[in-house]
């Protein structure tokens, strides 16, 4: 399987390169070695990046054919982190007004790496761990499941219920669902053309991503750090405080691409990168400077019914990951809440939550 050394300064393609992942996987490339061009929606989003890494990257809209058709030309490898946002959706919009974007952006980078790669040696895919969800029901919450996933699973049963309830489907079903198909056409494209090019294919699935951000959005925080905000940070009744939720540090997701390029044995693999699961009501014992601003919850609760349990194993044994802890990740996201005023209604945000934990962001 062909890998990438940092050595010599190869040069990456990383897509959604003003994206919360991708600001941080820019530098963590830099510092490593690596030459990076990056690739934005339009010149309006290239802005913060030109101005903090002193450079002007490409414009690409991944929903239009050959978007990234220059863009490939000459890389070594890609790093395909761009991908449309549910929560920029309206709930009743149709399943295609996601799903569409998401598949066709990443067969559209497959396409010109096809096309124009030649030199290409991999391709890493940012999926995400939604993609081997299954649906539970509420019979299956007051059982007291446990639910193991690794990276065997796919969110069929969604894929399922959005074709069959359509506009009616629900917002999550509809994530879940662009997520599925748009990483299985990835591997679908591979399989057909994998010996008529040179270069493999990695998948991670990252659970929700969190900590500080590199660089402050324009269009508001990211969707996983909006989901956590406001259930996190928030006031919120026992049902919701003893959920919980699956995370990893976005420096470790950063690691994880980086060594995604470099490990000849993730040629070909889906790789899940959670560090573990936690109740949104671990909150007031995180960050000592929200103290008497975080709603205190109730530190008696035990977790829901229903648990996931991730395998993560793949992701230590071929990537080398050691996770950061868990207390640095919520502690440094809460952190940069307090920061840009988030607690307390203060000056700063840019957060847009309705009453049904649905958010405006960006990915």
């Keep these: 399987m062909p890998s990438v050394s940092a ?3 190869p040069l990456v393609l990383v897509t959604g390169a003003n994206g919360y992942i991708g600001t941080w996987l820019i530098q963590g490339l830099l510092e490593k070695g690596y030459t990076v061009r990056g690739t934005v929606r339009s010149e309006e989003k290239g802005k913060p990046l030109t101005e903090y890494f002193d450079s002007t990257p490409y414009g690409s809209n991944l929903e239009l054919p050959g978007a990234f058709d220059e863009a490939v030309k000459g890389v070594d490898a890609i ?3 761009a991908s449309p946002t549910v929560f920029l959706r309206r709930p009743d919009d149709p399943p295609d007004a996601l799903i569409v974007p998401a598949v ?3 067969l559209g980078i497959l396409r010109s790496a096809q096309k ?6 991999r391709i890493v895919l940012t999926s995400s761990i939604v993609a081997l969800l299954p649906i539970f029901t ?3 919450a007051e059982s007291g499941v446990t639910v193991p996933l690794d990276e065997s699973g796919w969110a069929d049963a969604y894929v399922d219920d959005v074709r069959k309830r359509g506009n009616a489907a629900g917002l999550l079903a509809k994530y879940c669902a662009s997520k599925a198909l748009a990483e299985k056409a990835a591997w679908e494209f591979y399989e057909k053309c994998k010996s008529e090019v040179p270069w493999d294919l990695v998948a991670l699935n990252p659970a929700t991503v969190l900590g500080s951000p590199l660089l402050d959005f324009q269009d508001g925080l990211t969707s996983s750090l909006q989901y956590w ?3 996190a940070c928030k006031a919120q009744p026992d049902d919701v405080l003893c959920d919980t939720m699956g995370f990893v540090d976005v420096h470790d997701v950063v690691a994880a691409h980086v060594a995604a390029l470099e490990k000849e044995e993730a040629g070909g693999e889906r790789i899940i990168l959670c560090k573990r699961n936690e109740m949104y009501t671990i909150r007031p014992d995180l960050y000592d400077g929200a103290s008497g601003v975080l709603p205190s919850g109730n530190p008696g609760i035990t977790p829901g019914a229903l648990q996931y349990t991730y395998n993560t ?5 071929i990537l080398g990951i050691v996770y950061t802890d868990s207390g640095d990740t919520l502690g440094n996201t809460m952190e940069y809440f307090e920061t840009r005023g988030f607690f307390g209604g203060g000056a700063g945000g840019n957060v847009n939550v309705n009453g049904n934990g649905e ?3 960006v990915m």
């Design 138 to 140: 509420a019979a299956d």
């Design 116 to 121: 124009f790669g030649s030199k290409v040696k």
């Design 79 to 81: 790093e395909h982190v």
């Design 229 to 231: 905000l406001h259930h």
């Design 359 to 361: 958010v405006g962001g």
């Design 313 to 317: 194993t793949k992701a230590a044994r």
């Design 104 to 106: 066709e952006g990443t």
């Design 7 to 9: 050595a010599g300064g």
